[in-house]
Structures are given as structure tokens and as C-alpha cells.
């Protein structure tokens, strides 16, 4: 059998992609398609008084205006994650409300998108006005609501112990609003060919669940929506849902039955389809004077909208990095007058390692410990809140070959010993680590008479590499060149593939992949492909295929799953400007089995390069008049260019995870992000002697 899985296979969607081929969502072409355009709150607290849209109206080109006062019919959806789930509780335009900046008030529908924007500027809105809060700092905090059906609280032990600690930190840490900024963005086509069924095209990480949402939202089977996405210019957590927007577009198109398009702008992008919160975290670490852990004390803050909660979710990582004996977690919520925030790339865990993995690098230097040399100290072969130990844990080995290849043995052990060309040299290094999540996938799988083979599943590529990690896994189970499988993806036509979001869609697809092409080697009573190719020619039938399922088990009930890694990285600091570059990077992963080495590697580099910029350039405040996040497009979003980004050497350790699944892979997509922002500012406290606990770092707190 050839082997394919674990090599490097190259993009199957790549030459599509980059040869403009793949049709995005605001591509598709449908005869007598008009354009809408959004019209959007420019107060961030209050109320409607009136919206005039008679000039509007009378504009050359423009079909309907739609606002509170006309809005088209909408039903409540069950909005949970198991049957449907829209980001925004409230429904849009149900109300002369407005609870942020940004909020959706009205749509305009004109035959061309330019007709359409012209005539949104010129409908006239006056607001009764409250003062809106948009200051985090400003506002009062309650303990968060239950997530998941599970309290954030946690307590084990006693943290009063934390008082006579040999060794004590004590720190808060931030975080800055952080926008998903997607290369493509939010855009829907809706097109109902009657009353009763639709057609959905909408960048989607998950086509069935919001095909099912959609169906709730307008009363219908859900056999009548289709959703398609065969392609996805990026998403990082903000495109698992459909948003107000989206909701908007399907309700006018069945209401002026034409097919509409609409696609946000850059600046509506800011405000109202979701953003990561920013977060304020205090970590008490207490240890004794060798190093052992005695207590973690963490608490988070972070904010939601007026009309839905989300808790970024900082304290899941704490029970599950380092033993200790006494732990206590609280998460705390405000209520700002901002769009509502929602899952972005590791959500929690992200702000949770920045703040645990700076705060562990404080307590090495105040011990005079080597940093990795703590982590392997404290390691926990048991997730303290599940108490249940980690399937496949090789944690110890990242940060072992990880060192190992920095060259970390040679660092020198004072702050500020460093330098080159003028410029200070710091070393940093953190750990990184993610849960090992899975859904129920159902897979089709077909072998032709001209040899090649077809997988068929409505599971979603991001652009993480799902259809090139599919065509591998099917390609090494039929014994049949890798070139030789077609994929089909993003059509929630196909079987249920489940969702593309918590590093999940590997672990969902690969082991109903897995089955499915097994059965249709033994429906062709073959071993190999050859066989079961010679057999079908042989029997004159079109095809054989086989659909096959695969679901998670009871193994999470003996099992914790979760991802690992370690980063090693290098700063250069020019005091004199603030300049800082980071010029070295490795990072070490154990993700279990890695089905396709390129692409998991490149997961790998796209979460560092993204926490790079977490670290040293994302940052989105809010107008606090109008409300609108003081960001105007891609420009106005510093983010890291090519320029700003080392060479990244990624490497993989481990084993395969089959308590997780047959297919032995955890999952890549998010566990990369983490810990990379407190990596450097560990270094840069190792070039400069600064502590910086503030993200971003910005030059100005470099001088
Ligand atoms: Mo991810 S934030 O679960 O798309």
C-alpha cells in the first residue's frame, strides 16, 4: 500500500485558489441577482425616532428600503448548538433599538451595489440618544453566566496558602479587542426559487448547522435550504453562525422573491459580525522555593453586547497545564455597547496562556529556574477539573526538542546580556496547548470505472486543508495516488460533515473517511484498489460506493484529549526607536497523528503569525461617541506583513491519539496561537529587562 498519510501533500483546492477558479460565496453568478447594502447605526445607546427613506426610495435603480417599521418576517430559532445557533440573539430590525455602533437598522435593494450604497447614505435617521458605555475600564462586572452547561467557578484546595509562598507573582494581564479581519469577507447570496426553498450562499464553517438554522429562522423543513461553501477566504471563528446580516439578506430576498447579494464592508465588518473581547486576567502563582506550584489563583474579565453573552473563556486552560493542589478560577462579564464578541481562534485559551504562560516565566526568573526546566517541574499527567488523565500527552518532548533546536542550553541566564548590531537580543519561550475536540461525520465514498474516487461530506475547508487532509486519508485506505481522489466539500446537500471549528474537522472527517473507503473496498470484495477496479469493470456497474458514519464514543468519559506544543523565539529591540523584530522562531507540536505534514505545519505558522500580531500590532478601541470601533479597513488593522514574520521551524512529536479516534489526529487549526504572545514578551523582558503585560506591544512601550 502506498503511503500517503503523514507526508506532504500539496493543496488540493491550492491551483483553484490562487488561479481565481474557487468561486467564493459573493461570486456566484444567478440571473437577476440585485444588491443590497446595509444601513447601520451611528449611535451606540438609544432609540430610534424616525427614518425617513422616501429619497432613498425615489433613487434611480433602488427595489425596496427596508427598516424597524417594515421589517420582513422572522421566527425565533432555537439558537443552541445542537439544532441551530445564530451569534445575535436579537433578530434584526426587530425594534427601533440601538445597543451598539454598527448595529444593522435598515437595508437598502437596488439593481447595482453602487445604487444601493448611494441611496443608504441618503436615508434620514434621528436618534433619541443615551450615553453609551464602551469603556471596559468603566464598567461593572458580574460573575459570567454557565457556558456549556458548566460553571466557570472552580475551586480545589485552598489558595489561602498563597499568603506564606516562598515564591510569589502576583499580576494582571490584558488584552486588546481583537477583529478576525478574514482576506474574504462577510458577504451572502440568497436565492428562492419559490416560497419555500432556498438557496444559501454564504461563507460558512458549518453549511448543515446554519442550513438548519436558516430553516428555523423561516419556517421550513430544513431539507429546503441549501447551503453552499465550497470555499472560505479565511473565518477564525466568525463565520461557524449566521450573523444579523445574513438573517436580513435571506428574510428581503424571499419578500421581493429576487436573489440578493450582500457583502459588508470592511468598516461594517468591525462592528457587527463579531470580534474577540478585550480581556483583563490577575494570576497569583505561589510556589515553593524549588519550584513546585502550591496555588494558581486566576481570575478573568472580559465583555459582551447588550443582546447576546459570550464569556471569553480565559480559566479552561489553568486546570489543565500545571499540577497543582490548590486552584481557584472566576470569570467575570460586563455589559459594553459594542457588537456582540464571539469565538475567535482559540477562544480562551488564547488570553489564558498569555496570562498563565508570562506569569510562569515571572516566577522562573524570581526562582533563578530555567523556564523550561519549571514547565517539566509542574507537569500534570491529569486534567484537574475533569480528573482524568491525558490520552497521548508528549508535552515534556516539545519543550525537550523544541530547546534542543533553539539552542536554548546556551542563554545567557541575566537580562539585557544580549546583542547584535546595536540591538538587543532577547530569547523567550512558552508552552501551547489546545483540546482535542470531535464531532459525528458522515462521509460518501465512490470508486469509478476510470479510477479515480469520489469523497463526498458537507464538512467545511477554511482554508486549514480539509480537502487536501480528505483526499490523503482516502487516497492510503483505497491504495490509489493521492491525485486520483476528487473531493467535494461545503454543500450541505452531501452528508453531514459536521462543524469546521475547535480544531475539529480533521478528527470528525478522517475516521468516517477511513470507513467509508474500507467498505467500498469490501463491497468490491477487494484488497486494494486494482482489485476492486478490475472487479466494477468487470460487473458493469457504475460505481461502488459506501456511506459510512463515525461518531465519538464513551472515550471522553476515560479520556482528557487535548494538543500540546512549545514555542522558542528571538527578539531583536532597537531601544532608541522602540523597534522591535523577532527574528528567530521554533515551535514543537503534539497533535497526535499528523494526517498531511504541510498543511498541519502551515496551521502551525498561520496561529504564530497570527499571535505575532496579537502581540504586537492588533489592537481596535471604540469611539466613545459614536461607538464604532476606530478601525476603517484592512490598513487601519495593523496586522503582520511578510516582512514581519522569520523564517517559522515547525516540527511535530508524538504519537497517535487512538483513544480519540481511529485515525489517531487531534487537531492543529488553533493550538499554534497559543502562547506565542507571552513567548515574546518573555523575550523581550530577556533583551530589555521590561515586563510587559499590556498587548499589545506597541514601539511606544519599547522606549
Ligand atoms: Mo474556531 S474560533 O472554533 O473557528
Redesign the pocket.
Known amino acids: 500500500m502506498n503511503k500517503v498519510i503523514g507526508t506532504g501533500v500539496n493543496r488540493k483546492d491550492g491551483l483553484a485558489k490562487v488561479t481565481g477558479t474557487a468561486t467564493y460565496a459573493a461570486e456566484h453568478q444567478i440571473p437577476g441577482l440585485v444588491h443590497g447594502y446595509l444601513i447601520t447605526a451611528t449611535i451606540a445607546n438609544g432609540q430610534i425616532k424616525s427614518i425617513d427613506t422616501s429619497a432613498a426610495e425615489k433613487t434611480s435603480g433602488v427595489i425596496a428600503v427596508f427598516t424597524h417599521k417594515n421589517s420582513p418576517k422572522i421566527f425565533k430559532p432555537s439558537n443552541n448548538f445542537v439544532t441551530s445557533k445564530i451569534y445575535e440573539a436579537r433578530l434584526p430590525l426587530s425594534d427601533n433599538k440601538v445597543h451598539y455602533g454598527g448595529q444593522i437598522i435598515g437595508l437598502v435593494v437596488a439593481d447595482t451595489f453602487e445604487q444601493a450604497r448611494d441611496a443608504a447614505h441618503l436615508v434620514k435617521v434621528e436618534y433619541t440618544v443615551q450615553k453609551p458605555l464602551v469603556d471596559a475600564k468603566k464598567a461593572t462586572y458580574q460573575e459570567a453566566p454557565p457556558a456549556f452547561g458548566e460553571e466557570f467557578k472552580f475551586e480545589q484546595g485552598n489558595i489561602a496558602g498563597f499568603a506564606s509562598a516562598s515564591a510569589k507573582i502576583e499580576a494582571s494581564y490584558k488584552t486588546s479587542t481583537e477583529l478576525h479581519t478574514p482576506m474574504e469577507p462577510h458577504a451572502i447570496i440568497a436565492h428562492w426559487p419559490d416560497n419555500d426553498s432556498v438557496t444559501i450562499y454564504e461563507p460558512s464553517?458549518w453549511v448543515m448547522g446554519t442550513g438548519r438554522t436558516y430553516a428555523e429562522l423561516f419556517g421550513l423543513p430544513s431539507e429546503r435550504v441549501r447551503v453552499v461553501t465550497p470555499f472560505l477566504g479565511g473565518?477564525?471563528?466568525c463565520k461557524?453562525f449566521p450573523w444579523p446580516h445574513g438573517i436580513l439578506a435571506v428574510a428581503v430576498a424571499r419578500q421581493i422573491k429576487r436573489p440578493l447579494k450582500v457583502v459588508l464592508s470592511r468598516r461594517q465588518m468591525t462592528a457587527n459580525s463579531g470580534h474577540r473581547s478585550e480581556t483583563e486576567q490577575i494570576l497569583r502563582l505561589g510556589a515553593t522555593a524549588d519550584g513546585k506550584l502550591i496555588v494558581i489563583d486566576h481570575e478573568a474579565k472580559s465583555a459582551t453586547s447588550p443582546v447576546d453573552e459570550f464569556t471569553e473563556p480565559c480559566t479552561g486552560i489553568t486546570p489543565v497545564m500545571y499540577a497543582v493542589p490548590n486552584m481557584r478560577l472566576q470569570q467575570e462579564l460586563a455589559v459594553l455597547n459594542v457588537g456582540t464578541p464571539t469565538?475567535?481562534?482559540a477562544?480562551g485559551e488564547n488570553p489564558g496562556m498569555w496570562a498563565l504562560e508570562s506569569a510562569m516565566d515571572e516566577l522562573a526568573w524570581q526562582l533563578k529556574l530555567d523556564p523550561v526546566e519549571l514547565r517539566l517541574k509542574n507537569e500534570t499527567k491529569e486534567h484537574q477539573r475533569k480528573n482524568l488523565p491525558f490520552s497521548a500527552k508528549h508535552f515534556a518532548d516539545c519543550l525537550r526538542v523544541g530547546a534542543e533546536q533553539f539552542g536554548w542550553q546556551d542563554r545567557p541566564k541575566q537580562v539585557r546580556s544580549l546583542t547584535r548590531d546595536g540591538k538587543l537580543i532577547g530569547w523567550g519561550m512558552a508552552a501551547a496547548t489546545f483540546p482535542g475536540m470531535r464531532g459525528r461525520a458522515t462521509v460518501k465514498a465512490r470508486l469509478l470505472p476510470d479510477g479515480t474516487a469520489h469523497i463526498l461530506t458537507s464538512g467545511n475547508d477554511m482554508g486549514t486543508g480539509a480537502y487536501t487532509v480528505v483526499a490523503a486519508t482516502a487516497a492510503e485506505v483505497l491504495g490509489l495516488p493521492v491525485e486520483r481522489v476528487k473531493v467535494e466539500l461545503g454543500d450541505s446537500l452531501l452528508p453531514d460533515g459536521g462543524l469546521a471549528?475547535?480544531s475539529q474537522m480533521t478528527a470528525s472527517l478522517v475516521p468516517a473517511v477511513m470507513s467509508a473507503c474500507t467498505q467500498v473496498l469490501n463491497n468490491a470484495q477487494a484488497k486494494t484498489a486494482t482489485e476492486a477496479l478490475a472487479n466494477l469493470r468487470q460487473s458493469g456497474r457504475a460505481a461502488f460506493e459506501a456511506t459510512a458514519s463515525s461518531a465519538p464514543g464513551d472515550e471522553a468519559k476515560k479520556w482528557a484529549f487535548q494538543s500540546w506544543g512549545a514555542h522558542f523565539c528571538e527578539v531583536s529591540i532597537d531601544e532608541e526607536i522602540g523597534r522591535l523584530q523577532v527574528t528567530r522562531w521554533v515551535s514543537v507540536m503534539d497533535i497526535g497523528k499528523v494526517i498531511n505534514a504541510k498543511t498541519a505545519a502551515s496551521q502551525v505558522r498561520g496561529g504564530v503569525i497570527m499571535g505575532i500580531g496579537q502581540a504586537l500590532m492588533e489592537e481596535c478601541h471604540f469611539d466613545p461617541n459614536i461607538g464604532y470601533p476606530v478601525v476603517y479597513d484592512l490598513a487601519t488593522y495593523h496586522y503582520p506583513a511578510h516582512a514581519d514574520i522569520p523564517r517559522i521551524q515547525v516540527t511535530f512529536v508524538g504519537e497517535p491519539d487512538i483513544n480519540f479516534n481511529p485515525g489517531g489526529a487531534r487537531g492543529v487549526g488553533?493550538v499554534g496561537i497559543t502562547g506565542v504572545s507571552s513567548a515574546i514578551a518573555n523575550a523581550i523582558y530577556h533583551a530589555t529587562g521590561k515586563r510587559i503585560r499590556d498587548l499589545p506591544i506597541t514601539p511606544d512601550k519599547l522606549l
Open positions: 464553517q473565518a477564525f471563528g461557524a469565538f475567535m481562534r477562544p471549528g475547535g488553533e
